[in-house]
Each structure stands twice: as structure tokens, then as C-alpha cells.
């Protein structure tokens, strides 16, 4: 016949409380979670606050070679130097028309008018974006 000792039937069942090893998984696991935390909201902000945007205001196709394209292109320093791209397309969506430009020494939005020579008639003109220093993607 099977004897149980009345010592401490629980604790022989299902074991004692947590080891030490289970409070170092816990304190790991939070220390990891907060870095990963803090690393996603670093990421968060520098991809909202770009050094250089821009964004496309209108356009007008003057002839069959010339498009002017209104673009207000926004520096976060006056000391950013923003290489941006203005594309314009013809019916077909074929590029006939690239033009860039530089833009330097303002701080916050400036409004131009960038003229793109095209090889035929264009029908639409696109701001392909702005880039800065460190900034991989044109905005």
C-alpha cells in the first residue's frame, strides 16, 4: 500500500516556490523588453522628424517640352543641405522629364517653382522627394 507523508504533500506535487534561476529569467526578460521598447520609440521619432520634406503643390505643363511644378521643401537646420527630384510623366507613365535641385540655408518650409524640361508633352509632374544627409529614404 502507498503511504503519503502529511509533511508537505503540495510542495512534493507541484514543487517548492520559484528558484533563483526563475527570478533571473524574469528580471532578463524585463530588462530586454524595455531596451527593445526604447529602441522602438528612437525609431519612431527619427522616422517622424526627417531633416529635409517636401511635398508637391501643383504643376502646370506649359508646352510640349516645359512643366513647372510648385514645391514647398521644408529643412529642419539651415544647415542641411536637401538634394530633392521632380519627375514628370507622359500619358503612357514613361519619364520624360527628371529635374534636380538643391536646397540649402532655410530653416522650415520654402515654397519653389522648379521648371522640368521634358522630351514630349507631359500630362502629370511628381515631387519624388527630398534627401538629407542620413536620410535614406526621399520624403
Known amino acids: 500500500m502507498l ?3 502529511p ?14 534561476r526563475g527570478r533571473w529569467v524574469v528580471v532578463a526578460s524585463g530588462i530586454v523588453g524595455v531596451v527593445a521598447l526604447t529602441w522602438l520609440l528612437w525609431v519612431i521619432w527619427f522616422e517622424s522628424t526627417p531633416a ?3 511635398q ?3 504643376y502646370d505643363v506649359v508646352s510640349g517640352e516645359l ?4 514645391v514647398t521643401v521644408t529643412l529642419a537646420d539651415p544647415d542641411v ?25 532655410v530653416e ?3 515654397r519653389l517653382e522648379v521648371e522640368v524640361r521634358t522630351e514630349r508633352e507631359a500630362t502629370s509632374v511628381e515631387m519624388v522627394g527630398c534627401t ?4 535614406s529614404r526621399p520624403r
Open 56 to 58: 508637391l503643390q501643383g
Open 108 to 110: 522650415g518650409p520654402q
Open 81 to 105: 543641405e536637401a538634394s530633392c527630384l521632380v519627375r514628370a510623366s507622359a500619358a503612357d507613365s514613361s519619364v520624360v522629364g527628371e529635374r534636380s535641385f538643391q536646397v540649402t540655408g
Open 3 to 5: 503511504q503519503v507523508t
Open 52 to 54: 529635409a520634406q517636401s
Open 7 to 20: 509533511q508537505d504533500p503540495l510542495a512534493e506535487r507541484y514543487g517548492r516556490g520559484r528558484s533563483q
Open 67 to 70: 512643366a513647372t511644378a510648385q
Open 132 to 135: 538629407a544627409p542620413g536620410q
